[in-house]
């Protein structure tokens, strides 16, 4: 047996003790006698709450996504309700996806809330999370779980928790409910639940959110234009193929072809390397199912329906995938015309998105004289923008990472209603002869020309978070002098909330809260950011460029990637 921190054996033996069932226990046993590996990512550290709260691997220990560390999150979340609403009657939401545990662990959550003396209203089957996010509001709930790790492979879980307003948690109430669940022993949970106070829930839910849905994704294009559209969607083996279909369909899109083979929800996404319709090869069966059938737009949902990846026909009459940034550009521009067009826009809205996107959104929004509204990574942000500017109304928000909401009736990154928007917008370009590729280089015309790109380094397990920090250390302490041939003007550090001029030498405050961030600017108006990711074992660069020539961005960011040692 190779050696064992005695901590991390201190932490193991805790677990094989009555409180823990006979399978739990015996996977110890083999772990310290045969895996002492697993044995200490399992054990090294708890599971803590990110970008999109808590996510990790299935498995045993304190690190692991398990019935024992849920059950303790939901008892302490319990706790912390009780303390918040001490004259209300406690209401819960609950919602799963398609992965592997997902109901099960959702029904363990229901029996802790339950067992705590909290109503429950659980979904009877997989539900989108955005559905989730709405349901918490229409049904007047304090809290809301989602167990779900969105597009994170098949081994992976998590535990998303919203408050009354449908948005996620965000500080000071995250660490303050973090600080009540750390308080607790396993021994403390209460797994004894009450079956009368578990209401399932479904069709009513599922109806009032397609109606809204519609409402809010919908811009008077001609029945005549709606026919006339191709759309080719695919769920990715996710929760999309219980609502999406439906939405367009109610909505008066006849022409959508699904892609049978990744129709059918599945944890063990059979057929793509990883359901993230980020990388284009996620979208592989859909596109060559849209060249089959001449469609003019094609669709896929990450598996709990919270983003989107789109892809259109470009000037060539090629299908051609849109990145989060042209994708979030196109909805947000399409929506400020109608605002515009409908006289509704008075002073009063504004558009969200976050640190890391497309500075070219910031430009786009203001020209139409409406607030533009910046914060960290992560819908939650947004969600917050909300609360906190209750006499603003929210246009639509978005981020490069291919999530986007439509209004406010959902607080979270919504693929239901951002998937019809996206038709709505392909159905008029059609019917004017455009396209969407058109339709998004015309606005390049006019607010400059924009690419960016953005590069992923995995580094798993407790060694690759170690790997992380140096690189994020190294960063701060030796940031780079010149970043693709051209001298960085000013640093952003998100963890000291400072922005330095270095070629001034002065420095200002920054008005967001603390996270682990470093973007870098340039002189000639390049963007580079440095995050490590909040929801999976990886840190990201993202990549902003701009000019008034397009086909020089490329070698721009070529070179970026070549002096961060990137390529």
């Known amino acids: 047996m190779r050696y064992v921190d005695p901590e ?97 662990l959702a029904q363990v959550v229901a029996k802790v809330f339950s067992a705590n003396g909290i109503q429950v209203y659980l979904f009877s089957d ?121 939405v367009l369909e109610k909505a008066g899109y006849k022409n959508v072809s ?49 983003r989107l990846g789109i892809a259109v026909r470009d000037s060539q009459g090629k299908m051609t995938l849109l990145n989060g940034n042209q994708a979030m550009i196109v909805k947000t521009h399409f929506l400020l015309e109608q605002w515009k067009k409908a006289g ?47 006499n603003l109304s929210l246009i639509g928000g978005g981020e490069e990472s291919f999530g986007y909401m439509v209004g406010d009736f959902v607080r979270d990154k919504d693929a239901v209603t951002a998937t019809l928007l996206i038709c709505e917008i392909a159905a008029q370009k059609k019917a004017e002869g455009s396209t969407i590729h058109s339709y998004l280089q015309k606005i390049y015309e006019e607010y400059g020309f924009y690419s960016e790109a953005l590069i992923s380094l995995v580094k798993k397990g407790k060694k690759g978070a170690e790997e992380i920090q140096e690189i994020m250390k190294n960063l701060r302490e030796h940031p780079p002098k010149q970043i693709g041939g051209s001298a960085v003007k000013i640093v952003e550090d998100y963890q000291l909330s400072t922005s330095r001029d270095v070629l001034e030498g002065t420095s200002k405050p920054l008005d967001i809260p603390k996270s682990n961030v470093l973007i870098f600017y340039t002189e000639e108006g390049s963007k580079i950011a440095a995050r490590p990711s909040g929801t999976e074992p990886k840190i990201k660069f993202y990549i902003s460029v701009n000019g008034e020539d397009s086909e020089a961005l490329e070698e721009k960011i070529t070179a970026i990637k070549t002096d961060l040692e990137l390529s």
């Not at 849905?213 to 990715?236: C, D, M, Y």
């Not at 083979?261 to 090869?281: I, K, L, R, Y």
């Not at 008075?346 to 070219?360: H, K």
């Not at 939650?380 to 209750?390: G, Q, R, S, T, V």
């Open 8 to 104: 991390i054996l201190e932490k193991a033996n805790q677990w094989l003790t009555p409180f823990f069932d006979e399978n739990t226990q015996q996977t110890i046993k083999e772990l310290i006698a045969y895996d002492t590996e697993t044995l200490e990512d399992s054990f090294y550290k708890s599971l803590e709450f990110g970008t999109g709260g808590m996510r990790g691997i299935m498995g045993v220990g304190d690190n692991r996504i398990n019935k024992y560390t849920l059950g303790k999150n939901t008892q302490g979340l319990s706790n912390y309700l009780k303390k918040s609403f001490p004259s209300e009657s406690l209401k819960v939401a609950i919602a799963y996806d398609c992965r592997h545990n997902s109901k099960e």
């Open 126 to 246: 997989l539900r989108p999370t955005p559905e989730l996010s709405f349901a918490v509001r229409h049904l007047e709930c304090q809290c809301g779980i989602v167990l779900t790790a969105s597009h994170n492979p098949p081994e992976y879980n998590g535990y998303k928790v919203y408050w009354k307003d449908g948005g996620q948690l965000v500080p000071p109430q995250d660490g303050e409910i973090i600080q009540e669940i750390n308080d607790l022993k396993y021994t403390d949970v209460n797994f004894h639940g009450k079956e009368d106070l578990i209401q399932l829930v479904d069709e009513e839910i599922d109806n009032a959110f397609a109606e809204a849905s519609v409402t809010h994704g919908s811009f008077q294009t001609p029945r005549e234009a709606k026919n006339a559209i191709k759309i080719v969607f695919t769920s990715l083996h996710g929760t999309s193929i219980t609502l999406v279909p439906k």
């Open 258 to 306: 699904i892609v049978e083979a990744q129709a059918e929800p599945n944890g063990d996404f059979p057929t793509v390397a990883s359901p993230n319709p980020e990388e284009p090869a996620a979208l592989k069966m859909a596109l060559e199912q849209a060249e089959q059938e001449d469609a003019d737009l094609v669709i896929g949902t990450d598996p709990d329906c919270d």
């Open 344 to 390: 509704k826009l008075d002073g009063t809205q504004f558009v969200g998105s976050t640190i890391v996107s497309t500075p070219m959104l910031k430009k786009m929004t203001e020209s139409y004289g409406v607030t533009y509204m910046e914060g960290l990574t992560g819908f939650k942000w947004i969600a917050k923008m909300i609360k906190d500017h209750p």
